[in-house]
């Protein structure tokens, strides 16, 4: 759906645009656990080393804990409505309720153009973060299904957009429902499965993923995807869910628009279509929390604003051209995966160790305009390989450039793509919260008799820090990754039978 399809080429052009980034992520809570680690170096007696390692950890931990858990204070009403806990909103009862929207492309640095101001005066009444970190590849459905199962790509199974699957032999393709609706391509548990498994009502409303996973769960509505579907009907059918009698009424609720997406591939990150469709969406985000509002719910639905990916400007790419590298060899690739990466599946009478040599020649030669990997040589923070699906050798390109070929040259070519190594700013995502939960973070944060002790405080406080044009009151937190959302939804729905995932409850910690 989202993302056009790969048939010939991206590209990608000029340098993009240095985006403001904040500090890195070192000063978190690591210096414990460093000296820890330095403790164990340097002790002559590895079993009284391990003895004291493990009792300057337990102290550690509870020193670490009494920062946060203050006894008796710690209690907000917030943490203590969930499950099957019930609010009135002056006339009728609600259960806590979670509603999570993914706006398709929306880069993270977007919120600075000054054209989104909903979105930001939300993020102030609630919370920011600096980015969210998609998996990768930095596709659509990887990363949509990474937010539902918190999984990385290599557990969750949707490894690109289109692949081969050598062990069913067929190939998924994100665009075809027969395809893409069979339930054995998507592995993990997605967020509206566990919810179902513990009693609550979800409701889908064009979430990219299949309506139903293979232990045979579905959400309790759902909408399947359709194009060009008005924002005002996305709202509408949200709030008659939401308005529903309370035996009906669904306490998970997942939204998905494209448009800005779509907008970015065809004019790029930095065109008046992208800006116009920025401000669409941020008057939908308004518009949703204004409805909210109206129905006195802030206090009772938590609105979790995500996207999936970046984008980054291609007008401008520099080609590198596949035929050229591999010479006869290009004609002995049988499957091509993903885009704008490429996985190769070289036929079988091919000389496959031939052609790797021939592309990480032509890699070393390019000085890092593009990289070759293997399953055994794949970036370990892509946690993307050991598995059938994923393509024995995965050539990714650098922004800037496109992977093509003579005869392909720039045919099928946009104006924006994303795909990119995840660790660019260009493809990083948003996350802004408000509702409840983020009622309990400000408290944490500035409540003058809040329930933390001083240093704890200033420990959660980095407000802006210099890197970003929001104002004094905008709780902003540092970067994460998107396998985090699940836990985050479970957690803020009170359901403690969880799937293994790739985040971990732990993470939201200091924030409940
Ligand atoms: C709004 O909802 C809160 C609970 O979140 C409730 O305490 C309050 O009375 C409600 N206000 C009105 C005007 O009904
Ligand atoms: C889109 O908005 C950005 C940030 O405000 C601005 O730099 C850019 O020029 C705008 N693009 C167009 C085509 O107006
Ligand atoms: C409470 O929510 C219901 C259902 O959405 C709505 O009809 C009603 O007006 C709300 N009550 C208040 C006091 O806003
Ligand atoms: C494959 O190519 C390598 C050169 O890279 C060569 O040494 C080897 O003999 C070739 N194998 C076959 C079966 O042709
Ligand atoms: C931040 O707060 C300070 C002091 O309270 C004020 O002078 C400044 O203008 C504020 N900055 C923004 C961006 O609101
Ligand atoms: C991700 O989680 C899955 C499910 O628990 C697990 O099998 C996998 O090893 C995890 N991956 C990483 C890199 O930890
Ligand atoms: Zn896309």
């Not at 993009?16 to 680690?37: A, C, V, Y």
């Not at 659509?140 to 969750?156: K, Q, V």
């Not at 339930?183 to 009502?201: D, Q």
């Not at 890699?363 to 892509?382: D, I, L, N, Q, W």
Request: include cysteine; hydrophobic fraction near 35%.
């Amino acid at each position: 759906m989202a993302s056009p399809s790969p048939p010939a080429s991206s590209r990608k052009p000029y340098e993009e645009r240095k985006e403001l980034d904040g500090p890195s992520e070192s000063e978190n809570w690591k210096p414990e656990t460093e000296q820890e680690d330095s403790t164990h170096g340097l002790s002559r007696n590895r079993i009284i080393c391990t003895a004291v390692c493990l009792i300057a950890l337990l102290v550690t931990g509870a020193f670490v804990r009494s920062l946060f858990v203050e006894p008796p204070a710690t209690t907000h009403p917030n943490l203590l409505f969930h499950g099957d806990n019930v609010r009135s909103n002056g006339t009728h009862d609600f259960k806590r309720t979670v509603l999570i929207v993914s706006i398709d492309g929306l880069r993270a640095d977007y919120l600075d153009r000054g054209l989104t101001p909903h979105l930001l005066d939300i993020s102030k009444q609630g919370l920011r973060a600096k980015a969210m970190v998609p998996v990768f590849p930095t596709l659509t459905f990887p990363n949509h299904w990474a937010l539902m199962t918190g999984l990385y790509a290599e557990s969750h199974g949707v490894v690109g957009n289109n692949f081969w699957d050598p062990i069913s032999q067929s190939e998924f393709h994100y665009n075809q429902i027969e395809s893409a609706w069979n339930p054995a391509w998507w592995l993990g548990e997605p967020m509206w499965e566990t919810a179902v498994k513990s009693g609550i009502i979800t409701a889908n409303l064009m979430w990219p993923g299949p309506p139903k996973t293979t232990s045979g769960f579905s959400s309790t509505y759902f909408v399947p995807w359709k194009n060009k579907v008005p924002l005002k009907e996305k709202l509408d059918q949200l709030l008659q869910w939401i308005d529903l009698p309370f035996e009906e009424r669904p306490q998970l609720l997942m939204a998905y628009e494209p448009s800005l997406d779509q907008a970015g591939h065809k004019a790029g990150p930095y065109s008046a279509l992208v800006n116009k469709t920025l401000t669409q969406v941020d008057i939908f985000a308004k518009d949703l929390h204004t409805a909210l509002k109206e129905r006195n719910l802030t206090e009772i639905v938590d609105v979790v604003f995500v996207s999936d990916h970046g984008m980054t400007d291609t007008s401008h790419p520099e080609h590198i051209y596949m035929d050229d590298i591999l010479g006869e060899g290009y004609a002995s690739i049988e499957h091509e995966d993903g885009w704008p990466a490429m996985g190769l599946r070289f036929s079988a009478n091919a000389n496959v160790s031939h052609n790797l040599e021939l592309l990480r020649t032509a890699a070393a030669a390019s000085e890092g305009k593009f990289e070759v990997y293997t399953h055994e040589t794949m970036p370990e923070r892509y946690h993307f390989s050991g598995v059938e699906r994923i393509a024995p050798i995965y050539v990714v390109p650098k922004i800037g450039y496109i992977l093509t070929t003579h005869a392909e040259g720039d045919v099928g070519i946009n104006k924006g793509n994303h795909g990119y190594d995840n660790t660019e700013p260009a493809m990083h995502a948003m996350f802004v919260a408000h509702g409840p939960f983020s009622a309990v973070v400000k408290v944490l944060h500035q409540g003058p008799s809040g329930s933390l002790t001083r240093l704890a405080r200033r420990l959660l406080s980095r407000p802006n820090k210099g890197w970003h044009s929001t104002s004094n009151d905008t709780y902003v937190m540092d970067k994460f990754e998107n396998v985090q959302i699940y836990s985050l939804v479970m957690r803020l729905l009170g359901v403690d039978k969880v799937a293994p995932t790739n985040g971990s409850s732990a993470f939201w910690d200091k924030y409940f």
